[in-house]
């Protein structure tokens, strides 16, 4: 069965240090990849989209993914976290015209 | 309105009782899905809705759960005799389907409490 996997439930960093959150994927042939956030009390909203063509992604405030298909991966990357970048992550995965299947989420807590 | 609409915002219910959650997607998205969320267990699909049919009903924990969509636009989930298991928020989101460009829209939620 397709599934997404989060290696991070929980993580907890400093401000401004260096954010990397895993997510592997175990679809076969061509995938769409997201990464959803939800900050504390809002929407799931969508940060970042890999459909075709570059592999490094850039989203909104500063985040990017890299999509590595011989790894099945797409991990999520930001250089320099802010506090106001505590949320909920969520990778999620479709193959064309199918559903969604998201990964159970991130829980990212950044210390002021 | 814009985006996705889901009502009511809080549920309360007691055991043993029946609830319907109310989704209205965006106008034009042809595909409607719901989801549960619970603490620690991120997001669980339930089902998936292309216009009126459901191709994928897979994600229903029991048969106590279902959902219907109709005109291709309102959709609603019903739970009978609720569990306090069943206790979770509910989130319905729409997609325009048919095209490669599957970016979800989600609403706020229906947080459900079984008593």
């Known amino acids: 069965a397709q599934s997404v996997s989060q290696h991070n439930h929980h993580v907890i960093l400093s401000e401004a240090a260096s954010l990397e959150l895993g997510c592997n994927y175990s679809y076969g042939g061509t995938v769409n990849l997201f990464w959803y956030v939800q900050y504390p009390g809002q929407h799931l909203q969508l940060l970042l989209k890999y459909f075709s063509g570059d592999p490094l992604v850039k989203g909104i405030k500063g985040f990017e993914a890299e999509f590595i298909k011989s790894k099945f991966s797409f991990n999520l990357r930001k250089p320099s976290v802010q506090w106001s970048d505590t949320a909920e992550y969520f990778c999620a995965v479709n193959r064309r015209d199918d559903k969604i299947i998201f990964g159970k989420g991130t829980r990212l807590h950044i210390l002021p | 309105g814009a985006g996705v609409s889901q009502s009511p915002s809080n549920k309360v219910t007691e055991k043993g009782k029946d609830v319907e959650l109310r989704c209205d997607p965006i106008?034009?998205?042809?595909?409607l899905y719901w989801y549960r969320q619970s603490l620690g267990q991120g997001l669980e699909f339930l089902i998936y809705?292309?216009?009126?049919?459901?191709?994928?009903k897979s994600g229903l924990p029991s048969d106590r759960f279902s959902a219907e969509r109709t005109g291709g636009s309102v959709s609603t989930l019903t739970i009978q005799r609720t569990q306090q298991e069943d206790s979770a928020v509910y989130l319905c989101?729409?997609?325009?389907?048919?095209?490669?460009?599957?970016?979800?829209?989600f609403g706020p939620g229906t947080r459900l409490t079984v008593l």
């Open positions: 989101a729409s997609s325009f389907a048919g095209d490669s460009y599957n970016e979800q829209f």
């Open positions: 106008s034009g998205h042809t595909a």
């Open positions: 809705f292309q216009g009126n049919s459901a191709p994928d």
